[in-house]
């Protein structure tokens, strides 16, 4: 039976906007996560919350982070769909594996997602990206990985376990 | 992979989130692509999102906020010793810039009633907090608390409590998104020195953006104040941005007075400065050529 709205997705949604927001707060250090939490988030759920109501969460919020921030319409949904996608082929690899390669993992797939960000960048005429922006948001994502990744992968195993 | 869905609980498997996803990707691929960033109807669907969101966004920097308002209340006794002891000190010096402003303010008239000279225009400002920090590697933007209801208007300049802050490049109902002079796409008319060299500001995403469009024979030394030029008739001219941080002949560098993340609340420009008439009435150009508004070089204030 396929879930198209239930408590987790709700619970999904608004923290994938907290996260979203969090990096928002102005004036504050939480203002340097920019967009890291979200791209953690996501890769927990291709893995371990695989349901289709999920990928509409990050499009929509794509669209208002473009929306919000001025970036050319459409760049943060795909790349957030883009990040999703190689993240749910990696499920069958990934998700018996410990923390450290998770981890690992992450940094390879989000790598290469911010890599394909800056080929996308550099065949628009119309969008400029900072270098060091990027390379402090992938390595702030980075960092903040083994922080979020205990908790998130006990909470969506636990629901994983009790919905089979 | 991923799970296959059924509609309805029905046995006919129709799609998989990866194929949702994939969709999702196109569709947002192809908006990318054919979509011209600056058509009306995508700024109109901009705005639209944007008056949407504004609010939800609000709503989940709750929890933000609260984190730091919280390691502000443990940041310790000491600290807050410390930062009373500096804010004294700055309310002293204050004291006595207001004290010097009032005298010049006072003699300044004098002069002025003495050439029966009017003032071209006065400034009013708008207050407004800062709501969220759009930042990101792509943009530096700050959305505040301002919009079409308060008379903010495109283009207005708006200053922090340190200097020149930004340019409002968006404006919705009750909010409006300011492009920070740090932004790649910023490029700001300003003065430097007390000789006016005239150049203009690039943003480098970082608190340090570029001199551009310098005269080569130009002295600039370390330190020197930087102020808006008012050229290009957006902004005012002597709105202080900044000072000179490095003065290699290929490495002009300012540091902003104001830096990007360090804004609570911000002042909107309400009123812009006099643009040139809008045609000449007059026969004095007629008969001496080509009307000139005595302005400098014509400022890019254009933003992305």
């Keep these: ?74 760049l943060w949904p795909a790349v957030f769909m883009i990040f999703y ?60 990985f083994p922080i979020l990744a205990i908790p998130l992968r006990h909470y969506l195993s636990e629901e994983e376990l009790g919905r089979f | 992979m991923a799970r296959s869905s059924q509609f309805g609980g029905g046995q006919r498997t129709v799609i998989s989130a990866a194929g949702v996803a994939g969709i999702c990707a196109g569709i947002a691929l192809i908006l990318l692509l054919i979509l011209p960033g600056d058509a009306p109807a995508v700024r109109n669907v901009q705005r639209a999102v944007a008056v949407i ?12 906020r609260a984190i730091d308002g919280a390691s502000d209340y443990f940041a310790g006794r000491a600290a807050l010793q410390a930062e009373n002891a500096t804010l004294k000190q700055e309310n002293e ?68 409590s340190e200097g020149f802050y930004g340019r409002i490049i968006a404006v919705g109902s009750q909010s409006s998104r300011v492009l920070l002079a740090s932004d790649l796409n910023s490029h700001i008319p300003v003065v430097v020195g007390n000789t006016h060299i005239r150049a203009i500001l690039t943003g480098a995403s970082d608190d340090d953006p570029i001199l551009h469009y310098v005269m080569q024979d130009a002295e600039i030394a370390v330190g020197d104040v930087v102020y808006t030029s008012g050229d290009g008739g957006q902004i005012p001219s002597g709105l202080l941005v900044g000072y000179v941080s490095a003065a290699e002949a290929d490495n002009l560098r300012v540091s902003l007075a104001q830096r990007n ?36 070089v014509s400022g890019d204030q254009s933003g992305p």
């Design chain 1, 1 to 74: 039976m396929v879930r198209y709205f239930d408590l987790t997705h709700v619970m999904i949604s608004v923290l994938f906007l907290t996260a979203l927001s969090l990096g928002k707060t102005p004036d504050s250090w939480l203002g340097s996560l920019d967009l890291s939490i979200p791209f953690i988030l996501l890769f927990f759920w291709a893995l371990f919350e695989e349901d289709i109501g999920l990928p509409y969460v990050p499009f929509v919020l794509g669209f208002a982070q473009d929306a919000l921030t001025g970036t050319p319409f459409g």
């Design chain 1, 85 to 144: 996608i190689l993240c749910l082929g990696q499920v069958t690899v990934l998700r018996t594996v410990g923390t450290g390669t998770l981890w690992l993992s992450f940094i390879l797939l989000s790598g290469v997602t911010y890599l394909g960000i800056m080929g996308l960048v550099a065949v628009m005429d119309d969008v400029d990206v900072s270098l060091s922006g990027m390379i402090w948001m992938v390595l702030t994502s980075w960092a903040a």
């Design chain 2, 53 to 64: 969101f504004t609010p939800i966004i609000e709503l989940a920097s709750l929890p933000g």
């Design chain 2, 93 to 160: 010096k204050l004291r006595l810039a207001t004290q010097f402003i009032s005298q010049q303010k006072f003699e300044n008239e004098q002069l002025r009633s003495l050439l029966e000279m009017e003032l071209a225009s006065e400034l009013a400002f708008q207050g407004a907090e800062v709501l969220a920090d759009l930042s990101s590697p792509f943009s530096k933007t700050v959305l505040v608390g301002a919009g079409v209801k308060d008379g903010v208007e495109m283009g207005q300049a708006v200053l922090a």
């Design chain 2, 261 to 296: 993340n360090a804004a609570d609340f911000v002042r909107i420009l309400r009123k812009s400065v006099p643009l040139a008439p809008e045609r000449d009435v007059g026969s004095v150009a007629d008969e001496d050529g080509p009307s000139s508004d005595g302005r400098g």
